[in-house]
């Protein structure tokens, strides 16, 4: 069975700050790893995902993510944060059990970032 | 069309009444799901479709009834609903590849209140 553990459940940064929301998972496959962002009463928009390939992925909003096997983490980064980013985020794994797990995405309990000004 | 829709936004709704939600999707998607999302939690998955047939229950009560007419759309009907079933209702659909490299994209979702 595939888990995920956001270690952050909140996250204050003041504007222009980098940031980093952490992410670890565990699973006994192969996994994919995305990063979901929601905005107050809204629904869940994909920031980057991870399917393969490259280990540093890049998404929207200036966000990026690496994925690190050995560590089992996939944090997600930005360099410098707008007002705007303040949201709940959250990560997110599927793995490549197969059969009867597909289109279960299993969410780590979210970070809510706060940015001030 | 890039966008899943859902509909009513709000709902409000007695026990003893019977509604449904609507979710729309024209993506050419053949994969949709029902997350509920209660406040400050994460989505919990209720229910896959996969070409148009029910291929994940998550163990949901039976008050929560879904329905996939088409593969662009899909229905949740509600039946004496519990005031604990009050959330916000996602709905998702993703291309249905092989293996499990999908991306789901979300709605806004519904948030119920039930009374």
């Known amino acids: 069975a595939q888990s995920v553990t956001q270690l952050d459940s909140q996250v204050p940064v003041f504007e222009e700050a980098p940031v980093e929301l952490r992410c670890n998972y565990s699973s006994s496959v192969s996994v994919y790893l995305f990063w979901y962002v929601q905005y107050p009463n809204q629904g869940l928009q994909l920031l980057l995902k991870?399917?393969?390939?490259?280990?540093l992925v890049k998404g929207i909003n200036g966000f990026e993510a690496e994925f690190n096997k050995s560590q089992t983490s996939f944090h997600l980064r930005k360099p410098s944060v707008h007002i705007s980013d303040t949201a709940e985020y959250f990560c997110a794994v599927s793995d490549d059990a197969g059969g009867t797990s597909y289109g279960k995405l299993t969410f780590g309990q979210g970070t809510i970032l706060t940015v001030h000004p | 069309d890039t966008e899943v829709t859902q509909t009513p936004k709000h709902l409000v709704m007695g026990m003893t009444n019977k509604k449904s939600l609507k979710c729309e999707q024209h993506m050419g998607h053949r994969a949709m799901y029902w997350y509920k999302q209660k406040a400050k939690k994460p989505p919990e998955l209720m229910f896959v479709?996969?070409?148009?047939?029910?291929?994940i229950n998550e163990s949901v009560p039976s008050r929560f009834s879904p329905e996939c007419p088409n593969s662009s759309l899909l229905n949740l009907h509600l039946h004496a609903l519990q005031p604990e079933d009050s959330a916000l209702y996602l709905c998702?659909?993703?291309?249905?590849?092989?293996?499990?490299?999908?991306?789901?994209?979300f709605g806004p979702g519904t948030r119920l209140t039930v009374l």
């Open positions: 479709y996969s070409y148009e047939k029910l291929s």
């Open positions: 998702a659909s993703s291309p249905r590849l092989a293996g499990n490299t999908d991306t789901q994209y």
């Open positions: 991870y399917l393969s390939g490259s280990t």
